[in-house]
């Protein structure tokens, strides 16, 4: 089964040799005599693929988790690559405090290893077991539902600025010609031209970020030519003018899916099944407070690469845009993932991302006529 082969994947992967030097794993070393956190790597990329197994799963509650999952393996890879920045030897041997990864794993755990902890199931299903009592007023069910609603599209607006507010924070320190090289080749190329270029103190750095490019290019799939192009579109001719006024509410659509959200219960929310409502009412809140941690994952992989940002632009170049290119993959899924949460029109239309079933489609759902 696909869980068991994660759970032994992320054994191994607990155990593999971390990057660092001598003090912190043992490591094999590559023509340059760069030592290479070989084990790390190998376990990562295996969990990689067992994750991403799940992306396309049935049940949408599975794919959430998988998508989490990538989101914070992610996370450890860029934490694995602020470990392997060329570091003193005498000083790494003095530091026994925790190493970059395992503050970062402490934090992510829970994706990791207790994923149906993280909230009710994302897919709601009629019939709805009774919450109440039969003699709910409907109008009021109704009311709640609608108030639910407006207050899971507010959270999941507010957090998908906080992803793009950290994702442009990390392109408006990178050259704006940079920032165009990435939106015209994925980032694990663009990655692999810098490492070709790098240091050979710098290519294990490197190769980590470019593991954690990888996990990010897995959750959008075949539709990350589409991400690029639609953020192209978005943001124009890629000024600094373009990324500071980047309006997420205007992106997502928050609006229409607000209309779209007030219209089916103006029209069937009366003649539904109250306890039907309430159950709607309660999933609704908890679309929101899931994305929430969405968010949290993302903020930490950002911070994370602010980490190794000011070694990459010093290299310039190539690294320069491949810096720009990770943080456009972080930018693109937080958008597109808030859109799923909503389940704006590009999910059905364009097949955008369609992990969970999203505010508009649980409230309809939740809208069964009563039984006479």
């Not at 607990?14 to 660092?20: D, E, K, L, T």
């Amino acid at each position: 089964m696909a869980i068991d082969r994660f759970a032994e994947a992320l054994r191994v992967y607990r155990a593999a040799s971390p990057p660092g030097g001598i003090e912190r794993g043992a490591a094999l070393e590559d023509e340059a005599g760069v030592a290479l956190p070989v084990d790390r790597l190998v376990a990562s990329q295996e969990l990689e693929h067992a994750a991403a197994r799940d992306l396309a799963a049935g049940d949408a509650d599975v794919r959430e988790a998988a998508a989490l999952k990538l989101l914070a393996l992610a996370a450890l890879d860029l934490a694995d690559a602020v470990d392997a920045l060329p570091t003193d030897r005498a000083a790494l041997a003095a530091d026994d405090g925790p190493s970059e990864w395992e503050k970062t794993y402490e934090v992510v755990a829970d994706v990791l290893e207790r994923p149906a902890a993280l909230g009710v199931p994302a897919r709601v299903v009629p019939p709805f077991a009774a919450l109440g009592a039969d003699d709910v007023d409907p109008a009021a069910a109704a009311a709640a539902l609608r108030t639910a609603a407006g207050k899971a599209i507010d959270a999941i607006g507010t957090d998908a600025a906080t992803i793009a507010d950290d994702a442009i924070g990390g392109l408006l320190k990178i050259p704006e010609d940079a920032i165009f090289q990435a939106l015209g080749q994925t980032a694990d190329r663009l990655l692999t031209l810098a490492r070709d270029r790098a240091s050979a103190a710098l290519k294990a750095t490197l190769r980590f970020v470019s593991k954690a490019a990888s996990k990010l290019l897995r959750l959008l799939g075949p539709r990350e030519p589409a991400a690029r192009k639609f953020l192209e579109k978005q943001l124009g001719g890629v000024t600094r003018e373009k990324l500071t006024s980047f309006a997420v509410a205007r992106v997502l659509d928050a609006d229409e899916v607000r209309a779209a959200v007030d219209t089916a219960i103006d029209t069937a929310g009366v003649a539904a099944a109250p306890a039907s409502l309430q159950a709607g009412a309660a999933a609704v809140e908890q679309i929101g407070a899931r994305f929430k941690r969405h968010r949290e994952v993302v903020h930490l992989l950002t911070a994370l690469l602010g980490h190794v940002q000011g070694v990459l632009l010093k290299l310039g170049g190539w690294a320069a845009a491949a810096l720009a290119g990770v943080y456009l993959l972080a930018l693109a899924y937080g958008v597109w993932v808030a859109g799923d949460f909503l389940d704006w029109k590009r999910t059905t239309e364009d097949g955008v991302l369609d992990l969970v079933d999203g505010v508009r489609s649980t409230v309809i759902w939740s809208l069964t006529p009563a039984t006479p």
